[in-house]
């Protein structure tokens, strides 16, 4: 590779004919360029220790300035230059191939020029029969200044790599930080999760809990029923009698007040309207007779018509001042409802209906709440029973 070159004699287009020259052919000054815009140093490399048959302990320029030393002339590495350059560039020589005038070969490579294209087309075109010096000239000024302008082009995208790589870093970090970030909290909301999981499988077992003594009182409750029969009678009765000493008491308490006053009741009071006679109907005897509404003023003469058959009073306002929860035990405890439609709610009008209806109590409804009114309707009782 180190061996002086031979003189380089030029051949003419007129000798040449038809005939692509050979790398060996080419003038010197095109080697170089030649060899370093048409093969890569990797590849040079391989095809230099090939051909020597030895590895080379030369530097990537050491190695460029052997091999286009050894283009001057025909050798064996230099034919393996001419193998390699034509099988790399097949398509562009076969594109220059069709040129066949001088004028067609320069503007093939100043296309190529302007394409950025000229490896290929540079080597297509020095090899061409129709090259002469003068345009093998042009295109090695050509191809020197392509390189200067790949050199600063070069070195500005290696400025524009450095800044990449900048902001690639940084954006790494930034990356990194993000994931640092999302980590910690999905471990956060995991923590959460667990805990809620945690709580509600307490508040699960909690309310089994209360279901169980739920259905434990239940089953108490009914097992208390069951050992306590008719309940439900005894807590009207019980009612009933809250009722009967309820009035009792209010009796005992007009006694005395009537004992204590010296002046008769008819100065102090008008005396109540005297209930009219009313026959004895025998089968109102010890029946249990409820008044539902009415005057307040003529509840006495209620109670001593229906007393005077034999019957026990009792009596409910229809939702004015009594509450409901009495009338219902008022009702249960009743053979027969005189209803006073003209002095009751509505809430009771319907509640004593719907008992009634239910129960199959007898029940008698009266628009006038006087006193001939309550003597007709026992007389018509009596009648139908």
Known sequence: MCDKPAPFVPTSTATQGSRRRRLWELSPTCHCPLIGVGLSL??????????IGNELGLDDYELHVGVVNECAARKTL???????????YVAEVARFHKARTTA????????????????????????????????????????HMVQHQAGAGARVDLDKYNTLLAAHA?????????????NALVQDKAAAAR???TA????????????????QARAELAALRATVPELETRKRLANRLAQVEAREARLRAQLAASKEAPAPASALQPAPTPAPPVAQPVRLVNRSILCVGGRSGNVPVYR??????????????GGLEDSSGLLDASLAAADL???QTGCISHGAYWRVKDHCKRTGTQCVFVDNPSASSLARTLREVETAL
């Not at 093939?108 to 020029?113: E, M, N, Q, R, S």
């Not at 509600?200 to 259905?215: F, H, N, P, Q, V």
Request: net charge negative.
């Open 42 to 51: 990797q590849g040079l490399r391989k095809l230099a220790e090939k051909s």
């Open 104 to 143: 067609e070969v320069e503007a093939l490579w100043k296309a190529a020029v302007g394409a950025g294209n000229v490896a290929g087309a540079y080597w297509a075109g020095l090899t061409h029969p129709r090259c002469t010096p003068e345009l093998e000239e042009q295109m090695t000024r050509d191809i």
């Open 78 to 88: 230099s034919e393996a230059l001419q193998k390699e350059l034509e099988r790399r």
């Open 337 to 339: 409802v005189i209803c």
């Open 195 to 197: 805990e809620h999981e």
């Open 304 to 317: 001593s018509m229906i007393e005077q058959v034999g019957a026990q009073f009792a009596h409910h306002d």
């Open 200 to 215: 509600l499988m307490s508040l699960r077992a909690l309310a089994i809990g209360k279901d169980t003594e739920l259905g």
């Open 170 to 182: 940084r954006l790494e970090r930034d990356l990194l930080k993000m994931q640092e970030r999302c």
